[in-house]
C-alpha cells in the first residue's frame, strides 16, 4: 500500500470502487484529503479518501477508496500556433457578408 500523497487536480491514482482496482483520474480537490475521481469508464466517484486515513468502520463501509498515487496525467501542448489559420476568408467577401447581415438587421431583405 502507498503512503498518502496530497494530490492536485490531473493526477492519477488507483482507487477502489466496490472491491474493484480501477485507474482514476482527480478532477477536484474538495477539501485537505478528499478527492472527486473520474473512473476510466467515465463514473464520478465524490468524497474519496486514501484507504489509510479511513478509520476500521469506514473501512468496511466505505465503497471506494484511494490505494495508490500511479503518476500524473501529461497534457499535451499543441505545436501549432492557435492565432493562425490556414483557411482566412476573403476581406471583400468579408465586407460583402457584413453589409448583407446590416441590411437584413434593418430590415432589407432583397430575395
Same mark, same amino acid.
Given at each position: ?9 490531473? +493526477? ?7 472491491? %474493484? ?8 480537490? %474538495? ?20 484507504? %489509510? ?22 497534457? %499535451?501542448?499543441?505545436?501549432? +500556433? ?30
Amino acid at each position: 500500500m502507498a503512503r498518502k500523497k496530497k494530490l492536485k487536480v490531473g +493526477d492519477l491514482v488507483r482507487a477502489y470502487f466496490l472491491g %474493484t482496482p480501477d485507474r482514476c483520474e482527480v478532477i477536484e480537490v %474538495t477539501d485537505k484529503n478528499l478527492y472527486k475521481l473520474r473512473m476510466s469508464s467515465g463514473t464520478i466517484l465524490p468524497g474519496v479518501t486514501w484507504h %489509510t486515513l479511513l478509520n476500521a468502520k469506514e473501512k468496511k463501509n466505505k465503497p471506494w477508496y484511494i490505494d495508490a498515487y500511479l503518476g500524473h496525467k501529461q497534457i %499535451t501542448k499543441s505545436t501549432e +500556433d492557435q492565432n493562425t489559420s490556414q483557411n482566412t476568408t476573403d476581406t471583400d467577401k468579408l465586407k460583402e457578408a457584413i453589409n448583407i447581415q446590416k441590411n437584413f438587421v434593418k430590415g432589407k431583405i432583397d430575395k
